[in-house]
């Protein structure tokens, strides 16, 4: 899936171009949309924990922090707990739940930095969420 979608090099000049803060105030909506639907609760263990997403093929970095269970943005282009970063196909695979995050890190697709076992519990928590219906259609799957 991830290769039929390259994108060039153009849209990471321009994402890194976007105020930090402007993408993480819309990444978090998001996950803060999905959690309230309940597609994705962040477990205890990540309560007050920093993380960094980028996506590197858009040059978009969003930062946030669990609070009292849920997602917040955070303003600072400083280094997070745990630091995720890949390309915008791979992002959408884990999403579908086409492929795992240990076949992307060790295909050197997936980049992992920081609290190792903070992106232990991330990655089993991910693997263990259940994809929307919607989602897994877009996929192909389930229908």
Do not use: C, Y
């Amino acid at each position: 899936m991830s290769a039929a979608l390259n994108l060039p090099p153009l849209f990471a000049r321009l994402g890194r171009r976007v105020p930090a803060p402007l993408v993480s105030l819309h990444f978090v909506a998001g996950l803060e949309l999905a959690r309230r639907f309940k597609w994705l609760a962040p477990p205890p263990e990540l309560e007050g924990r920093s993380f960094a997403i980028t996506v590197e093929d858009l040059g978009l970095r969003s930062s946030f922090v669990v609070r009292d269970g849920a997602f917040r943005p955070t303003w600072n282009r400083g280094p997070a707990e745990l630091e995720l970063g890949a390309k915008l196909a791979e992002f959408l695979a884990l999403m579908r739940a086409e492929t795992d995050a240990d076949t992307l890190f060790f295909q050197r697709r997936l980049r992992i930095s920081g609290d190792t076992e903070l992106g232990l519990i991330v990655k089993n928590w991910l693997d263990a969420s259940p994809r929307p219906a919607w989602l897994q259609r877009m996929s192909g799957a389930g229908g």
